[in-house]
């Protein structure tokens, strides 16, 4: 959502300890959100669909909101 103050958003990729997997992580400062309150067909919750589709178990989609911070961690094999 729009701050008069701005926000800051950080990506970053890393592979798994074992090189069979890479999450991209996205964290932003904003105010959060939980996914399963999310409208039907949000974004994210179309992402998470897409990821079992394509990969089954291997890839998952996971949102942790903490009080002035959410990451989003995308995991896709190798």
């Given amino acids: 959502a729009?701050?008069?103050g701005g926000g800051?958003?950080?990506?970053?990729a890393s592979a798994a300890p074992d090189a069979s997997a890479v999450d991209l992580v996205v964290e932003d400062d904003g105010p959060g959100f939980e996914l399963v309150t999310a409208p039907p067909r949000h974004g994210l919750a179309l992402l998470r669909e897409r990821?079992?589709?394509?990969?089954?178990?291997r890839g998952a989609l996971a949102v942790r909101t903490t009080p002035g911070?959410?990451?989003v961690v995308v995991t896709v094999p190798r």
């Avoid at 800051?8 to 970053?12: A, E, I, K, N």
């Avoid at 990821?51 to 178990?57: D, I, M, N, Q, V």
């Fill in 51 to 57: 990821l079992t589709l394509s990969f089954g178990e």
């Fill in 69 to 71: 911070q959410t990451r």
């Fill in 2 to 4: 729009p701050r008069r």
């Fill in 8 to 12: 800051q958003v950080r990506v970053t």
